[in-house]
């Protein structure tokens, strides 16, 4: 096999490129490219002495991988749907879609984890121990528990934030607490 000058081959034939320099160029484990190799979404275009060769359309195509992965947050089925263009299972704008969608939600839920910690820290600064006894965080953390026993609350609604917690403020806009953590992966 001829030399690797780090540039590709020198033989004058295709510019192939050996998978370690690939993964050091994309800033990837050259692991990360032998996984996704055994999920289907690049091959490289040679194997020589055992060793995996690149050409421009396969790292062209993991730099696809990983423009979907970072700047989309999906995961490798999706994006195997997406490179696998007609012979996809789903389109590829439904794909992107549905994607919106789940970012959408994660985002209602960061935002309502985002206005409870700042409830937390802007009412209760000045306590020693995490907020115990303010009816607005016992208030939040009933519905996990109530989830937890598989039961319903009963008794009357808390009492408005103004006079359960030190402040004596009102929380700005409605507080919400996340559902459940979703069961989707994160895709990186």
């Known amino acids: 096999m ?3 000058d780090g540039q590709g081959l020198s033989n004058g034939g295709p510019d192939l490129v050996p998978i370690d320099e690939v ?3 994309l800033g990837l484990r050259a692991s990360a490219i032998r996984y996704y190799e055994e999920r289907g979404l690049v091959r490289p275009a040679s194997r020589q002495a055992g060793r995996r060769w690149y050409g421009a359309d396969e790292i062209r195509r993991l730099a696809v991988i990983l423009y979907w992965q970072r700047y989309g947050r999906m995961s490798l089925e999706e994006i195997g749907d997406i490179l696998a263009g007609p012979a996809a299972t789903r389109d ?3 794909i992107v879609k549905e ?3 789940a970012l959408r939600v994660q985002a209602e839920h960061m935002d309502a984890a985002r206005a409870h910690l700042e409830h937390v820290l802007s009412h209760h600064r000045d306590q020693a121990s995490p907020p115990d006894g303010c009816r607005h965080y016992e208030q939040a953390l009933a519905p996990a528990a109530i989830r937890l026993a ?3 609350p009963t008794g009357p ?3 408005d934030h103004a006079t359960a917690c030190p ?6 806009a409605p507080f919400r607490t996340p559902g459940p953590p979703s069961t989707e992966a994160t895709h990186i």
Do not use: F, Y
């Open 23 to 25: 993964a050091r160029r």
């Open 92 to 94: 590829w704008a439904q």
């Open 167 to 172: 402040g004596g403020t009102s929380l700005q």
């Open 99 to 101: 994607r919106i969608e």
């Open 157 to 159: 609604p808390a009492a």
């Open 2 to 4: 001829p030399e690797n």
């Open 150 to 152: 598989g039961s319903r």
